[in-house]
C-alpha cells in the first residue's frame, strides 16, 4: 500500500474512464462522454493534490521544511482552483455524467481494495485452487454481467433492437442507432419498420455514406444547428488531411530539431525512414536526378501512409477515401511531372517527346496516330493514380464498416453495446495495402518523372513502358 | 426488367468478372516474377519493384470496376 498504489489506482481509473468515455460518447450522447471523462480528470488531480499535502506534510525531516511548505502552499491553492474550475465545468456539461466520472477513482480505489482484501484470505486461496471453480466462477461472473447491461436502458448498442421496444429509450436509441457502427447499413435492414417514428430527422440522415462515426460526427451529434457545421461536414476530408499534414510537420520538428550524432529514439527511426527513401528513388531516378525530386516523392508517400493508416484510428477518418483528396495528390504528381519535362526538354523537345520523336518518314507519317495517344496516355496518368488510390483506401475502409456491421448484427439478442470485432481479421489486410497503396502511387509517379526526364540510355526501356 | 432490378444483378455480376480478369493477370504476374527471382535472386530488388507496379497496374481495372459499383449502387 502507500504511494505506489495510488499510482496504481491512477492508472486504472485513466483507462477505465478513458474507454468509458468512448463508449459514451459513442452510444449515448458525446456531452455526456466529455463530462465523464473530464469529471475523471478533475478527480485525479485533486487526488493527486491532495497526495502532495499529505506527502509535504507527513515527510519527517525539518531540512526540506521550506520545500514542504510551498508544496503545501501549492496544493492548497490547486484545490481551490479546482473548486472554481468544477463550478464552471457545472454550467457546460451535464452534472450527473460529471459527478459520475468524479466518482470513479473513488470506485477503483474500494474495488481495488476489495480486491486486496479478498486475495489475501485465505477462504479466495481455497477457492483457486482448484481451477473448475475458478472458471465456473468467472463464467457465473460473466453472465451476471451480461443480464445487468441487457436490464440497463439503453445499454443496447445494435440499432438493431430498436425495433423491440421502441418507446421506452427513443431518445438514446435515435442517437444510437446514428452513431452505432454502421448506420445506413442497419437502417435499411429495419427502414420499413421505423420510417413513421423520427422521419423527421431521419431523411437526411438516410443520405449520408456508411462508414465509421468519426469526431465530426460526434460533433454532429453534439450541436446539430451550429453555424460552423455544414462547413465542417463538408469539408471533413479536408480538415483532417490538413490535420495530419500538421502532425506530420510537428513529428519532421522535432525530430530534426536537436539533432545528434548518436541519435535518439525518434530521429534513428525518421532517418531510417528518409534513408530508405533515399535509396528507393535514387536507385529508379540515378544519382543524377533522384536527389532532386527526393523530398517532393518521400512527401508524397510519407503523406499518403499517414492518410490511408489514419482511418484506422478510432473516430478518425481516411482522408484519401475521398476521392477529393486523391485528386488533388494526382493533379499535383502531373503538374511537376509537365513541368519536369518542358524544363527539361525545352518547349520543342517536350513537343517532339509528345508526337513519338519522328526522325524517319514512317515514324512522322505515324504522328498523328501517335500524338492523340501520348496525349491521352498523359491525361490518364493522374486519373488512373487518384482512383487507383481512392478505390483502394475506400473499398477497405468500407470492407471494414461491412463487417463491424456483421458483428453487430450477429448479436442483436445479446443486448449489449458492443458486436463480435470481425473487422478486427480484416485490419492486417488493411495496413497491408495502406502500405503497398502509397507505395504504388510513389513508384508510379517516380516512374513518370523518370519517363520525362531526358535519358540517354534508357531508350529501349522507355518505348517498352509506353506500351502499358 | 426494370432498371434497378437489372443494376442489382449486373454490378456484383460485373465486378466479379472484373475481380477474375485481374486475377488472371495478377496470377500471371506474380508466376513470371517468382520464376525470375528463382533463376537470379540477386536481382530480387528490381523485380520486386516492377512487379509491384504492374500488379498495381493490373490491379487498377478491379479497383475501377469497384469504384464504378460505389458510384452506381445508391441507384439501385
Same mark, same amino acid.
Given at each position: 500500500m502507500g504511494l505506489e498504489f495510488l499510482a496504481r489506482i491512477r492508472r486504472t481509473t485513466l483507462w477505465l474512464s478513458g474507454i468509458a468515455a468512448l463508449v459514451i460518447a459513442t452510444y449515448f450522447a458525446p456531452l455526456a462522454g466529455a463530462g465523464l471523462a473530464l469529471g475523471a480528470l478533475a478527480s485525479l488531480a485533486n487526488l493527486g493534490l491532495i497526495e502532495l499535502l499529505v506527502v509535504s506534510i507527513t515527510?519527517?525531516?525539518?531540512?526540506a521544511s521550506a520545500q514542504a511548505r510551498a508544496r503545501a502552499a501549492l496544493a492548497l491553492g490547486g484545490m481551490i482552483t479546482f473548486f472554481a474550475l468544477g463550478a464552471l465545468l457545472l454550467k457546460f456539461l451535464p452534472a450527473m455524467w460529471l459527478m459520475i466520472g468524479f466518482g470513479v477513482p473513488f470506485l477503483v480505489m474500494l474495488m481495488k481494495a476489495v480486491a486486496l482484501l479478498l486475495i489475501e484470505s485465505g477462504w479466495w486461496a481455497k477457492f483457486t485452487a482448484r481451477p473448475w471453480r475458478a472458471a465456473l466462477a468467472v463464467l457465473a461472473v460473466a453472465f451476471a454481467m451480461w443480464l445487468a447491461l441487457g436490464a440497463l436502458?439503453?445499454?443496447?448498442?445494435?440499432?438493431?433492437?430498436?425495433?423491440?421496444?421502441?418507446?421506452?429509450h427513443q431518445p438514446a436509441a435515435n442517437q444510437m442507432a446514428a452513431s452505432a457502427k454502421a448506420p445506413d447499413a442497419a437502417e435499411k435492414v429495419e427502414a420499413g419498420g421505423d420510417k413513421g417514428e423520427a422521419a423527421g430527422e431521419k431523411g437526411e440522415k438516410k443520405e449520408k455514406e456508411p462508414g465509421f462515426p468519426t469526431v465530426i460526427t460526434l460533433l454532429e451529434q453534439a450541436q446539430p444547428h451550429a453555424a460552423w457545421l455544414p462547413f465542417v461536414v463538408h469539408y471533413e476530408a479536408l480538415l483532417f488531411s490538413l490535420f495530419i499534414a500538421g502532425l506530420i510537420c510537428l513529428l519532421a520538428f522535432f525530430a530534426s530539431?536537436?539533432?545528434?550524432? &548518436? *541519435?535518439g529514439n525518434l530521429q534513428n527511426a525518421v532517418e531510417a525512414l528518409v534513408e530508405a527513401l533515399h535509396d528507393f528513388v535514387v536507385g529508379i531516378l540515378g544519382p543524377k536526378y533522384g536527389p532532386r525530386y527526393l523530398p517532393f516523392l518521400g512527401t508524397l508517400f510519407i503523406y499518403i501512409l499517414a492518410m490511408n493508416l489514419?482511418?484506422? &484510428? *478510432?473516430?478518425?477518418?481516411?482522408?484519401?477515401?475521398?476521392l477529393n483528396v486523391t485528386v488533388a495528390l494526382a493533379l499535383t504528381v502531373f503538374v511537376y511531372v509537365q513541368y519536369t519535362g518542358i524544363r527539361g526538354l525545352g518547349i520543342v523537345g517536350y513537343l517532339d517527346h509528345l508526337i513519338g520523336?519522328?526522325?524517319?518518314v514512317i515514324s512522322w507519317l505515324l504522328v498523328p496516330l501517335m500524338l492523340p495517344i501520348h496525349v491521352l496516355g498523359e491525361l490518364a496518368k493522374p486519373i488512373s493514380l487518384s482512383c487507383r488510390l481512392f478505390g483502394n483506401v475506400f473499398g477497405e475502409d468500407m470492407l471494414l464498416v461491412a463487417f463491424a456491421t456483421l458483428g453487430i448484427l450477429t448479436l442483436p439478442?445479446?443486448?449489449?453495446?458492443f458486436g463480435l470485432p470481425l473487422h478486427l481479421l480484416f485490419v492486417p489486410l488493411a495496413l497491408l495495402s495502406s502500405v503497398l497503396q502509397a507505395l504504388v502511387f510513389t513508384v508510379l509517379s517516380t516512374v513518370y518523372f523518370l519517363l520525362m526526364l531526358p535519358h540517354d540510355e534508357h531508350g529501349d526501356e522507355e518505348k517498352a513502358q509506353h506500351a502499358h | 426488367m426494370d432498371f434497378h432490378a437489372a443494376l442489382g444483378i449486373g454490378l456484383p455480376i460485373g465486378i466479379g468478372i472484373a475481380a477474375v480478369g485481374s486475377g488472371i493477370g495478377l496470377g500471371g504476374i506474380g508466376n513470371g516474377a517468382m520464376q525470375a527471382i528463382g533463376r537470379q535472386p540477386e536481382a530480387t530488388g528490381k523485380i520486386q519493384l516492377n512487379m509491384i507496379i504492374i500488379a498495381a497496374l493490373a490491379e487498377a481495372l478491379t479497383i475501377y470496376a469497384f469504384v464504378t459499383m460505389f458510384l452506381l449502387s445508391p441507384k439501385i
Open positions: 515527510t519527517p525531516g525539518s531540512k436502458p439503453g445499454a443496447g448498442g445494435a440499432s438493431a433492437q430498436r425495433s423491440a421496444k421502441p418507446a421506452a530539431r536537436e539533432a545528434k550524432m &548518436i *541519435p489514419f482511418g484506422l &484510428i *478510432p473516430f478518425m477518418h481516411s482522408p484519401t477515401a475521398s520523336s519522328p526522325r524517319d439478442i445479446a443486448k449489449l453495446p | -
